[in-house]
């Protein structure tokens, strides 16, 4: 894809956040003819020919309006019966304090999804009517973390502690 092309292509925008099928994430800065700059997360600014995203696969985050946050949660083995109220508790909390959750149609789900070693491992996944960046969505996504805390403490269900390896273990 030459400049031309995707000056006057809908793809993309100054200023609309992106991520490239390269690995290179961040916003638009400049588009020109022969090369677009694309300021990433750490705020270093890259300079990239046009003919190398033309054939790249992107994704335009700043045109999805949902997002998914997905969560895991680790559990004590002695509270494996308490843990399914628990994750009921936390997912009637995030449906109070979420008002943009998707409950119908997205996947919102809460459950036990693994036995390890040392935990029982639970996962959360929720779909938003919002899109995966700006100051909306961190505060959305800590919204459910709250939430999902106020679930679990209203069980009485210990979280694992987490564990640290020695290169001896």
Not at 46 to 56: A, K, M, R, S, V
Not at 109 to 121: D, N, P
Request: charge should be neutral.
């Amino acid at each position: 894809m030459n400049g031309i092309e995707m000056a006057t292509s809908d793809r993309f925008y100054e200023g609309d956040n992106v991520h490239f099928g390269d690995g290179t994430q961040g916003y638009i800065v400049k588009m020109g003819f022969l090369r677009t700059k694309v300021r990433k997360y750490d705020s270093t600014v890259i300079d990239i020919p046009n003919t190398q995203l033309g054939g790249q696969r992107a994704i335009n985050i700043s045109r999805t309006g949902t997002c998914r946050v997905l969560t895991k949660l680790r559990f004590e083995y002695e509270d494996v019966q308490k843990i399914p109220k628990a994750l009921e508790n936390a997912k009637e909390e995030i449906a109070k304090a979420c008002p943009k959750l998707i409950a119908n149609g997205k996947p919102f789900r809460a459950m036990i999804s693994s036995f390890e070693k040392h935990y029982v491992e639970a996962t959360v996944n929720c779909s938003f009517e919002l899109p995966p960046t700006g100051e909306e969505f961190w505060a959305n996504r800590e919204q459910m973390f709250l939430a999902i805390d106020r679930g679990v403490r209203r069980s009485d269900v210990q979280y694992a502690k987490p564990i640290y390896y020695s290169h001896e273990d």
